[in-house]
């Protein structure tokens, strides 16, 4: 923030310091201050990199698909080849049930970077619909490859398994999906004893519970 101020103080109109005072607010998970200097940023300058797609993500992340997919184009109306845009317009095209409009574009991006597991992971969901089973199954054992400890991809690999008959693979990838969402949730518990024990509050009690990956 005190960078932004400086930019400002040379140049009340700066996209770039809109944009640094729109992430530190997300950053601080003050969506509606992020919103608003996102939105200044493009007021400011619409061709400044990366503006649009800031505004998508933190659209997308607050389930407001409709704007985050204009933001996502926009974003590549800049820049055809910005590799997350494409990606993460593909997932809201995939939110809206648009499978035509997602399968080119996820398609696109992995070629593009067959690093990103998301991108994998969402065209083999459409595979799986298209009933190309063994696309389906290869693009979730890639996003296994690329981020093992993601619970979705567990989960999703369980589901198609299951859908293939292959009960003993999909039990497999359902257990790996619960013992690392279990993993998650007591690695959230401890950082809040922790930040209890800072500020000096009685200790956290962690509740009675079973934990579970999310419905099989």
Do not use: C
Not at 27 to 34: I, L, P, W
Not at 35 to 63: C, D, M, V
Request: overall charge negative.
């Amino acid at each position: 923030m005190d960078t932004y101020r400086e930019i400002l103080a040379h140049n009340a109109d700066s996209a770039e310091a809109d944009m640094l005072a729109a992430e530190a607010a997300d950053e601080m998970k003050d969506n509606e201050t992020a919103i608003k200097q996102f939105r200044a940023a493009i007021a400011a300058n619409p061709k400044e990199p990366n503006t649009h797609f800031g505004l998508g993500y933190l659209l997308w992340s607050l389930k407001q698909y409709p704007e985050a997919m204009e933001q996502f184009q926009a974003e590549l109306d800049n820049d055809p080849k910005h590799e997350r845009a494409m990606e993460y317009l593909a997932g809201t095209h995939l939110q809206a049930n648009q499978m035509d409009a997602a399968r080119p574009l996820l398609e696109k991006v992995v070629k593009l970077n067959p690093a990103l597991p998301l991108a994998h992971l969402d065209l083999g969901i459409i595979y799986s619909q298209a009933d190309l089973k063994p696309q389906a199954l290869r693009e979730p054992l890639t996003a296994e490859k690329l981020d093992p400890q993601d619970v979705n991809v567990h989960w999703r690999l369980g589901r198609l398994y299951r859908t293939m008959g292959q009960k003993e693979e999909a039990q497999t990838e359902f257990d790996k999906s619960s013992a690392l969402y279990k993993e998650k949730d007591d690695e959230n518990f401890r950082r809040i004893a922790e930040a209890n024990a800072r500020h000096g509050d009685a200790p956290a009690q962690q509740p009675a519970r079973v934990v579970t990956a999310p419905n099989q």
